[in-house]
């Protein structure tokens, strides 16, 4: 993959804001060769980002209809929190449900702000998302759904001008909700325009995709797309050969797409943490996941790396040191050596959620769980950094986990590694 450049933290704000929480501000002495914050180098540009998810309101707003002022405030005091933690980049949701959270001529306003869809709420939250993001010295990355329209399956709650209204052959309801039809080739074009738009309109780090492509698997109930196999399925004798290939097409096409409107923007995706078990492909993780993102999602994200369509990845290693069936050391070696000489980011995607929680396995109730996650990927030479699940348990902290992560491997605040050099980690 080629490097991509990426612009220099250099506005007064973001040098206040790095040196505000301990670390040299860029540009200063110890930036250009003094001693460089007291952190070793090769924690100085480290991937330490938190996600800040809005479907249904999970992490913000809080509750939907509050004033615009209140959701400022709310979206100013996650960000605050992630300088407190010495974190350096914000994942936002910024399309959860085929709505936007900016003023977007292709989609409505997010039922998530003022509880009705394409009620606009009196301001911008996105773009106000990246300036204050960026004043903080934090990367935004715009976090994006491609094809889940609704969480019910009834288009006419959807607001009467909704593309999926407009186009009701797009739509498949499946396991209670409502999806766009991956294999309709109208539909990866519009999903692509839908997001690109918020690329072109601002200053963004990166766009961001999460783990949902083809919807997860609900026991006894298929997924409808017989007809549109039936037109698009070409040479396919295998619907999830032909699956896979819709996903690929997205995925690549999108990557152009970014590429060619601003080089400087990353394009990462964070999937599902186990591509394949071994029990089933020998380049597979030697574990027993229900799930595996190629059979069951149609998402072939070591291709992708591979490929270099993503500037960077993040898988979800949603479970803890020794789990009997998805361990999380297994997984990490897996992903590191799957990066090994591609050029592609690894960053580690953390359930800080799980931390302190009494209905999750017991490894989770020790506060220095998460820390031994960070003490193993430092051993590895294609891990990049982590990001957070999610900003509520960045906030709450539940058992003080994330407080003794950050006391025993974030002695000062880092940039991320597209903030300090071309390329990424390998």
Not at 156 to 164: I, K, Q, V, W
Not at 219 to 238: I, K, P, Q, S, V
Request: aromatic share 10%; proline share 7%; with cysteine.
């Amino acid at each position: 993959m080629r490097p991509i450049g990426r612009r220099g933290f250099v506005t007064t704000a973001t040098g206040a804001a790095f040196a505000a929480v301990g670390g040299a501000a860029p540009g200063t002495a110890a930036e250009r060769g003094g001693r460089p914050d007291r952190a070793a180098p090769e924690d100085r540009f480290r991937f330490r980002g938190m996600w800040v998810a809005t479907v249904a309101n999970r992490d913000w707003p809080s509750r939907a209809g509050l004033t615009a002022g209140a959701q400022k405030a709310e979206l100013l005091a996650h960000l605050d929190r992630a300088v407190e933690r010495r974190l350096n980049a914000v994942v936002l949701q910024v399309r959860p449900t085929a709505d936007a959270l900016w003023p977007s001529p292709y989609e409505p306003w997010a039922q998530c702000l003022t509880g009705t869809q394409g009620r606009d709420p009196g301001w911008d939250p996105l773009g106000t998302a990246v300036a204050e993001a960026h004043a903080r010295g934090l990367e935004l990355h715009a976090w994006f759904n491609p094809y889940r329209v609704a969480n019910h399956t009834d288009p006419a709650r959807l607001t009467a001008s909704h593309p999926a209204r407009l186009h009701p052959g797009w739509t498949v309801p499946y396991g209670g909700k409502l999806y766009y039809d991956p294999g309709l080739p109208e539909v990866r074009r519009f999903v692509q325009d839908a997001m690109l738009d918020a690329v072109r309109r601002y200053d963004l780090d990166a766009v961001h995709w999460d783990d949902y492509f083809y919807p997860y698997p609900v026991a006894g109930e298929g997924f409808a797309d017989d007809a549109t196999y039936a037109r698009h399925g070409g040479d396919f004798a295998d619907r999830g050969d032909w699956r896979r290939h819709n996903t690929d097409l997205l995925v690549s096409e999108m990557s152009a797409r970014i590429k060619e409107l601003k080089p400087g923007v990353a394009f990462g995706v964070s999937p599902f943490g186990v591509w394949r078990n071994r029990a089933d492909d020998p380049e597979g993780s030697d574990t027993r996941g229900g799930v595996a993102t190629y059979d069951d999602l149609y998402a072939d994200t070591r291709k992708w790396i591979e490929e270099g369509w993503i500037d960077h990845v993040v898988p979800q290693l949603y479970w803890h040191i020794g789990h009997s069936a998805t361990d999380y050391t297994t997984l990490l070696d897996w992903w590191n050596a799957t990066v090994r000489g591609t050029g592609v980011g690894l960053y580690v995607g953390e359930a800080l959620y799980k931390a302190g929680d009494p209905d999750q396995p017991e490894a989770w109730q020790d506060p220095k769980e998460l820390s031994r996650h960070l003490a193993l990927a430092s051993g590895r030479p294609g891990v990049g950094g982590h990001c957070y699940f999610a900003a509520t348990e960045v906030t709450r902290d539940r058992n003080g986990a994330l407080a003794a992560a950050v006391a025993d491997h974030y002695p000062v605040r880092a940039r991320a590694p597209r903030a300090a050099s071309p390329g990424s980690a390998s």
